[in-house]
């Protein structure tokens, strides 16, 4: 149970480590700081309806009511400990999984936690300025709940840092909170997270793509041998869900929204909504830039952290067996400006493996929408995901020009093309142009469909973001 009075609300037993205590005391009011800095700009003092995670018990883990985000109670939990843990993968199977971080791993670990808190905090600051642009206040609110939780992930990690890495974690953990999004002097260390999210279309795709690519890292990070990185990630998922669902059904309403308007023969530019072909740009640049994020289709970083037990396959336990070793991969890269199939052992693709998992729960996605295209009464048009080929900028395919379906075309093709493929500044304009606050009860903009349920059971015109003297 959390000691819910706490200053850090915690299941660590944080009060019995008085000096761990002081240094993350230490760094609140810093994390609190830039919050106030490059968090959601306009409505510190609004009150939101948000969720709030008070333990780990599985049906009672989260409480719901209005609060300021200033005072949100960001909280350090790990899921709990189940019973004498066992490394469950490479090279040290079966070996009691570790409390401490082993004296060969630490670095790798440091700059997987790194890694890993770094788009936490970035997230937010691409998307403090969405608030203000908000298409209904049911939207609003779930914005927020993202952000807060994003700054409880990085509470998640900076726990990590200051409790098992000494003063290197406690540099790192300042580091966190000085890097911005897209900053030219101090940037966040991944591509996708420079990326500015400036209207919800890009939101909901940067929930949908990149924070579904997050969903896979922190399930191979559940899987590790460190013991409290596991545990850490495995609550953090549990409160990822929502922000998928966010991106997967805010993506939804929209095509719904222009699925109505085709159906009925009208044009969705004319009233005030986004065409379809402007949604597949989007789509195709978001889940892009978010494959890159799984790094290097062959690497032999990664192999070295699935031998060392740090990260693991997503449900390492349903796989066949767990060595990984004198099994091979095939994959198709591009040389000498042909495609040729390449096997490599199984370990350097683990970034391949796990990519595989992810494409395949976007194009879950995708059917979806395009279930909700015939629904709405629109035939013959269909979204689709890209080949994974296409408009890469990491592993041996950023080396060459691919369309969409994954053919090799040459550069001058590629440039000629990439506006019906990529957004465009007029994507850009236009979606922006669409982009005006709805902050009544009950309204919700002309480019989405209002959503099918509440949250917590509340209904969808309930009043989830109150101003501050109200
Ligand atoms: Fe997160
Ligand atoms: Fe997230």
Redesign the pocket.
């Known amino acids: 149970m959390a000691q819910a009075l706490e200053s850090i609300p915690n299941n660590v037993d944080l009060s019995s480590d008085r000096r761990l205590q002081r240094a993350l005391e230490q760094w609140q009011p810093n994390f609190l700081s830039w919050w106030r800095e490059v968090g959601p700009e306009g409505f510190q003092g609004h009150q939101i309806y948000l969720r709030t995670a008070v333990s780990v018990e599985p049906d009672g883990w989260a409480m719901f009511d209005y609060v300021r985000m200033p005072e949100y109670r960001w909280g350090i939990f790990l899921a709990p400990k189940s019973g004498e843990r066992k490394i469950g993968f490479g090279d040290n199977l079966g070996e009691a999984a570790w409390d401490e971080v082993p004296g060969e791993h630490r670095n790798a670990l440091r700059r997987i936690i790194v890694t890993q808190a770094d788009?936490?905090p970035a997230?937010v600051e691409q998307q403090r300025l969405l608030g203000k642009v908000a298409p209904s206040l049911y939207d609003l609110r779930n914005l927020f709940q993202v952000n807060v939780?994003?700054g409880r992930?990085l509470w998640a990690m900076v726990y990590l840092l200051h409790r098992h890495f000494g003063r290197d974690g406690r540099e790192e953990a300042e580091e966190l909170l000085a890097r911005r999004s897209g900053s030219s002097d101090k940037p966040r260390i991944l591509n996708a997270f420079n990326e500015p999210i400036e209207d919800w279309l890009s939101f909901f795709m940067f929930a949908m793509f990149t924070?579904r690519d997050?969903k896979y890292q922190l399930s191979a990070l559940a899987e590790s041998g460190f013991d409290p990185l596991a545990r850490t990630t495995r609550f953090?998922l549990t409160?990822?869900a929502h922000?998928l669902f966010v991106g997967e059904m805010g993506v939804d309403r929209v095509v719904q929204r222009t699925a109505e308007l085709m159906a009925q023969g009208k044009d969705p530019r004319k009233e005030g909504a986004v065409p379809l072909d402007v949604i597949q740009r989007y789509l195709n640049q978001w889940f892009t830039l978010s494959l890159d994020l799984f790094g290097g289709e062959v690497s032999s970083n990664a192999a070295d952290f699935f031998a060392a037990g740090l990260k693991g396959r997503f449900r390492e336990d349903d796989q066949p067996e767990h060595k990984a070793l004198s099994v091979t991969y095939r994959l198709e890269v591009p040389e000498n400006g042909a495609l040729v199939e390449q096997e490599v052992p199984l370990r350097n693709a683990m970034n391949e493996v796990l990519r595989d998992e992810y494409v395949k729960d976007c194009q879950r996605a995708v059917d979806r929408w395009n279930k909700t295209l015939q629904r709405s009464g629109v035939n013959g048009v269909s979204l689709r995901l890209p080949s994974r080929r296409f408009h890469r900028g990491v592993g041996p395919c950023a080396t060459a020009t691919f369309d969409p379906e994954g053919r090799l075309i040459s550069e001058a093709d590629y440039e000629a093309r990439k506006g019906d493929w990529l957004i465009s500044e007029a994507d850009r304009a236009y979606v922006r142009a669409l982009m005006h606050p709805v902050h009544e009860r009950a309204k919700v903009a002309s480019w989405i469909a209002p959503p099918g349920k509440g949250i917590n059971g509340m209904p969808v015109d309930f009043e989830y973001v109150k101003p501050p003297d109200a």
Request: proline residues 0%.
């Open positions: 788009t936490e997230s939780e994003e992930h924070d997050g953090m409160e990822e922000h």
